[in-house]
């Protein structure tokens, strides 16, 4: 499965953009700065092969990572 070429950190930020989360609240719940939030994305978004914010969530969403609502 794609997801499994992610860090778990990598995992944890494109949930937590999936749930509707900035980048600067990410950064304080997890306790980084906003440069390595948005490092961890760009990282997921490479390795996946997408290249839109909206296709990462999308992502997210069709592999169970998050769930609507």
Do not use: W
Request: hydrophobic share 40%; glycine share 4%; proline share 1%.
């Amino acid at each position: 499965m794609p997801e499994e070429k992610l860090t778990l950190r990598e995992r944890e930020v494109l949930q937590l953009l999936a749930e509707e989360h900035s980048i600067k609240e990410i950064a304080a719940m997890l306790n980084i700065s906003d440069r390595t939030v948005d490092s961890h994305k760009r990282k997921a978004m490479e390795k996946l092969g997408i290249h839109t914010l909206a296709g990462l969530i999308k992502y997210a969403i069709r592999n169970n990572l998050t769930t609507l609502g």
